[in-house]
């Protein structure tokens, strides 16, 4: 059947979603009512057509500003850069950053085709320049991996002399953590990172 084996191929496209998954998924809309379809094609169409992104930190919106960025109670002297807007999502489960946000849509990675250019850091460099009030610290919380530690150097070397503080949060062993199963790289940045107790 073409068309379950064009859905089944459409699904595998999203992330973390294998063959035997896409398939489930196919099967469940071929034995769905009409109205369930109807109504997942019509939140799918309405969230391309409502979303789009915030004028301040590029975070998802329907707005122009994300609630975030209009939440006057924050404090616009300390801005968090991460990679995607889910980044954002998961920081502020957290419930300990009080600060503001700026998405870059990714991470410098020449061999996928991005370039800083296609980044958001142009951007953040003009937000941390024209600020008011001036910004106190930029944190930086891209992914720890060779992509995200590129990314996280190249943006602390363009803010020198723009902001007071540039920091990148702490990783290492996570809480739980046993010290046996820890790779050198893991605890090599785990002892760099230390802080006094």
Known sequence: MKSFDRLVKALRRLPGVGPRQAERFSSYFLKAGESEVDEFITALSSLRG??????KCFSYTEDDLCDICKDTSRDESLICVVE??????????????KGLYHVLHGAYSPIDGKGTDSLKIRQLI????NAEPEI??????TDPDTEGETTALYIADALKGLVGK?????????????LDYMDEMTLSHALKGRTKI
């Open 126 to 129: 003009e937000r941390v320049h």
């Open 50 to 55: 409502s979303i789009k992104l915030c004028q």
């Open 136 to 141: 106190k610290e930029v944190i930086i919380a």
């Open 84 to 97: 995607e807007p889910q980044d954002v999502e998961v920081l502020e489960k957290t419930g300990v950053f």
């Open 166 to 178: 540039v920091s990148r949060i702490g990783y290492g062993v996570p809480l739980g953590g046993d």
